[in-house]
Structures are given as structure tokens and as C-alpha cells.
């Protein structure tokens, strides 16, 4: 298929009417047939499959996407080798090391994230061997805006000048099938093609926030989904969040994005006081729709040695 060609088709291995694909480059065209056919917040299905929109590579897919399986299968027996190791050193912290720090001596708690940062730095290791470094942007969003957001990522890839097409970064994104939450929100992610390239992420980073305004959550790796590392299915506490968006905004941005949600939460207070519902009034959460699974402290970010 020529690179310039797009379509729109259905994975093979999905069920059918299920997981749903754009390729760009494409036109406008393309993209709103696409949209109308498939908008998230229409297709409210529990049992669908995410929906993609992605970016043909340089060379095609070629025999990287003939060998992913037998690439994550190798893969997956390897990160567990190191989640092993990863366990028997914070058996070994909890058996020899101090609570507190002594002279001379580091705390358990200093050990043990120390511990998880080399695990880290392991396991990014072992992903770019097996070219599977690729992590992810991501959003949690209201209902009211999943279809105009969405719209904006879409565009942004598949499109020829597409703003994220532009950074040769952002390979994919995706939009869950149905909100996956009980408060109703939908799981947007955007993926870059490797994890321990900072200023790549970086860029594609300001790219969202920027042009496309909307600010991603945090940055997460593909090889913690493959393991299926998750808040409540990780009990060595490895780290999820490789990068956060602090890591990228400037002490003045973190200050003016602090004082738009002190003054979103303002005005609905004062609205709720004209319409005599003050008592008992919540603030509105700060974090723009952020998952309970972020709410963990972030621990240090492991440095990945060339």
C-alpha cells in the first residue's frame, strides 16, 4: 500500500464491529467519514475494543509486525526474570536493612526506591531490545468532550501536517469504546514510539498542550500494560508513571495551571451559593478528570544509561 493511501478497516484478529482502525496519511475526508462512523461517545459498548487512529510508518510494518508476538512472548519471559529479581531484593531490604537511616546506614524505604528505579531502568533496557519501547500520553475525559478531543488527536496524526504527525514521534492513538469508569469519563491515550527519548516525549508533549491544547495525565510504558502492571495488580509498587507533565512545564506554567483550576473552583462555589446549594458543596477536583490510579505519590524516574 502506498504511503500516501489511508484506510479504514477493521483489525483482522478483532471481532467483528469492534476494534476500529484509521491509517493516515489521509485527507479531511477520510477522517470525517471515520468520525461519524465511529465516535466515541456513540459507540458506548463495554465489550468493544479501543478505537485507533495511526500513522504508517517509514518502510511500512515489515517483519517487526510479522514477529510482535514471538517478540513479546521473549520479551514478557524476561521482564519477569527482573520483576523476580526485583522481589528477591526487597526481601532481602526487609530482612537486613534499618527502618529509619543510621549513620552509615540507608533506610528501607530509601533502598527499596532505589530498588525500583534500577527495575525501571532494567526493564526500558529490555524493551528497546525488543523494539518494544513505544509508551503512552494519557487523558481521562468527560463525556461532553471525548468526540471533539478525539477529533483533534485524529487530525493531528493522520493528517499530512498534522501537528503530532510532524514531531516523527507519535505513531498511534487510541480512544476507549465506552466510558470505563462509573463517573462516566473515556481513556484517550497517544503513543510515541520511544520511551527513554525525553525530548522526543518532550516535544510531543508540548504539541498537546500547545497547539492542541489539551494536557495529558502522565506518561506510562507499554512494557508495565504488557505485564499488566496496574494500580491494584502491582505488589512490588513498580513504578506506573515513567514521566509526569511537571517533568515538562516550567515553574510559571505549573503556576498558571494551578490558578485556572483555583478559579474554575471559585466560580462553581459561587455559582452554587446564588442557587442557595453552598452547604455541603464540593470543590471541583483539580485534576482535569485524572483516574483514581494517578492519585499514588510519584516516585523518582529511573535513569536509562545508554
Not at 488527536?153 to 504527525?165: F, T
Not at 506510562?220 to 517533568?247: C, E, F, Q, S, T
Not at 464540593?282 to 485524572?290: A, I
Amino acid at each position: 500500500m502506498a504511503a500516501t493511501e489511508a484506510c479504514v478497516s477493521r483489525s483482522p484478529r478483532a471481532p467483528p464491529r469492534r476494534r476500529q482502525l484509521l491509517t493516515g496519511p489521509t485527507d479531511l475526508a477520510a477522517v470525517d467519514t471515520f468520525l461519524a462512523s465511529f465516535k466515541p461517545s456513540r459507540n458506548n459498548d463495554s465489550r468493544g475494543e479501543f478505537t485507533w487512529a495511526r500513522r504508517r510508518r517509514d518502510g511500512g510494518e515489515g517483519d517487526l509486525a510479522d514477529t510482535l508476538e514471538e517478540r513479546k512472548d521473549k520479551l514478557k519471559r524476561k521482564s519477569r526474570r527482573v520483576l523476580d529479581e526485583l522481589a528477591e531484593r526487597l526481601e532481602d531490604i526487609r530482612r537486613t536493612a534499618p527502618v529509619r537511616a543510621t549513620r552509615g546506614e540507608r533506610s528501607q524505604a530509601d533502598l527499596r526506591a532505589e530498588a525500583r528505579e534500577d527495575c525501571i531502568s532494567s526493564l526500558v533496557k529490555l524493551a528497546k531490545r525488543y523494539n518494544y519501547a513505544s509508551g503512552c500520553w494519557h487523558f481521562s475525559v468527560e463525556q461532553h468532550e471525548i468526540d471533539w478531543k478525539w477529533r483533534k488527536v485524529v487530525e493531528a496524526i493522520v493528517k499530512p501536517d498534522g501537528a503530532l504527525a510532524k514531531t516523527r514521534t507519535v505513531h498511534a492513538a487510541k480512544v476507549s469504546a465506552a466510558s470505563n469508569h462509573a463517573d462516566g469519563k473515556y481513556w484517550l491515550g497517544v503513543y510515541c514510539d520511544d520511551s527513554a527519548d525525553k525530548d522526543a516525549v518532550g516535544r510531543v508533549f508540548k504539541v498537546l498542550k500547545d497547539d492542541l491544547k489539551m494536557t495529558p495525565l502522565n506518561y506510562k510504558l507499554d512494557i508495565l500494560m504488557l505485564l499488566g502492571l496496574k494500580r491494584r495488580i502491582n505488589p512490588l509498587a513498580v513504578p506506573l508513571a515513567y514521566y509526569a507533565k511537571d517533568d515538562f512545564m516550567t515553574p510559571d506554567e505549573r503556576r498558571a495551571e494551578r490558578d485556572v483550576g483555583t478559579r474554575a473552583r471559585r466560580r462553581t462555589l459561587e455559582d452554587e451559593k446564588s442557587a442557595g446549594l453552598a452547604d455541603g458543596f464540593e470543590s471541583v477536583d483539580e485534576s482535569d478528570g485524572e483516574e483514581e490510579e494517578e492519585e499514588e505519590p510519584r516516585p523518582k524516574r529511573a535513569k536509562v544509561r545508554a
